[in-house]
């Protein structure tokens, strides 16, 4: 796979992500999937990703500006940086109280392909910012 390949399959996943378009991300993920977070357990296959995205839409409505794509020479890893805009519709079990609280949140992710598709994506971003935003 190429660099330019690669690019462009993680930008149609984090398209998707901007459109809610949960099918449209799960189209861009190698059926042998894992998805790392910094806060919390790994994710492995699609079906427990598209568990994840749905409680998350729940939960956040979220908006992802600012994004940069890189890949390496082969297009077998990737990276993105991105601000998150968001706003904590729902109350997470173990977080504070949603009141509708708005934040902005610099993240990024990290990736591994094979054949065109995502293998894995891990992504970080910072929990007590987010709290503090937030209100926890």
Request: hydrophobic content about 35%.
């Amino acid at each position: 796979m190429s660099a330019t390949t690669a690019r462009a399959t993680i930008q149609a996943y984090y398209d998707a992500f901007n459109r809610g378009d949960i099918a449209g991300m799960l189209e861009c993920l190698h059926g042998d999937f894992a998805h790392h977070v910094n806060e919390g357990a790994t994710r492995l296959g699609k079906q427990a990703f598209a568990e994840f995205c749905a409680h998350m839409s729940e939960t956040y409505k979220e908006l992802l500006t600012d994004l940069v794509v890189f890949s390496n020479d082969e297009g077998t890893r990737g990276a993105a940086e991105f601000i998150v805009n968001g706003t904590y519709l729902k109350t997470d079990p173990g977080l504070p109280e949603a009141r509708g609280q708005t934040y902005v949140l610099p993240a990024g992710g990290f990736f591994t392909l094979k054949d065109g598709k995502i293998t894995r994506v891990t992504t970080y971003y910072n929990l007590q910012d987010w709290l503090r935003q937030v209100g926890g």
